[in-house]
């Protein structure tokens, strides 16, 4: 069956343009959404398993550095919040080669507090502390933030867990001890402009 198929088996919007639409148009559309958001946790951890076997010149694959993160992360007590951005922190390097930072953030934003979203949006910078130099870039960029009230937050992020997770003997945990964290932390946005019509959807289901 092609995609086209697939896409008939369910009923459609009849609009053309949204100043067409109608109620029962987005009745449609509401109905479907909620069915696909709740797989996003699949979505995210299928894009994760692409850093599969990509090196880039690391001594471990992007993969593994992910779980490496996050495996330090979880055996220092951190919550779950925390040991999921840990893990997704790089996902955006095969999308975002250039900004790789502010894809992971996009994607967990709606899942996390400020300050977790907020050390995965700026780790870039701050783990540039530790190889900056070695590129004619600047090592203390991270210095811009230094009276912002999550600076130390995220350098204790990259000094412990990120900078650290590049070690081939160290013993990390595999992708699917993480898979329950990650279904748990992505099963509701804590913050989304969704939310509201989210949380409805919810308590009519």
Request: aromatic share 12%; charged share 25%; hydrophobic share 35%.
């Amino acid at each position: 069956m092609d995609n086209q198929s697939k896409s008939d088996t369910h009923e459609r919007a009849k609009f053309s343009a949204m100043t067409e639409g109608t109620a029962e148009d987005w009745g449609v559309i509401a109905g479907e959404f909620l069915p696909y958001a709740s797989k996003v946790a699949d979505r995210v951890l299928d894009h994760l398993k692409m850093l599969d076997g990509d090196f880039g010149g690391f001594p471990i694959d992007r993969l593994q550095h992910c779980l490496q993160t996050a495996t330090r992360a979880h055996r220092d007590g951190r919550d779950e919040q925390y040991v999921v951005m840990a893990l997704l922190h790089d996902i955006g390097d095969t999308l975002g080669s250039f900004n790789h930072p502010d894809i992971a953030a996009a994607i967990i934003k709606p899942f996390v507090s400020e300050e977790n979203h907020w050390i995965c949006q700026n780790h870039g910078i701050f783990q540039g502390y530790y190889y900056f130099h070695y590129l004619g870039m600047d090592r203390n960029g991270r210095d811009q933030f230094k009276d912002h009230p999550y600076y130390e937050a995220c350098a204790e992020f990259c000094e412990k867990y990120d900078q650290a997770a590049f070690d081939s003997e160290y013993d990390a945990e595999p992708l699917e001890f993480f898979e329950p964290m990650v279904r748990r932390v992505m099963a509701k946005p804590l913050n989304s402009i969704y939310k509201s019509a989210v949380d409805e959807a919810h308590s009519n289901a």
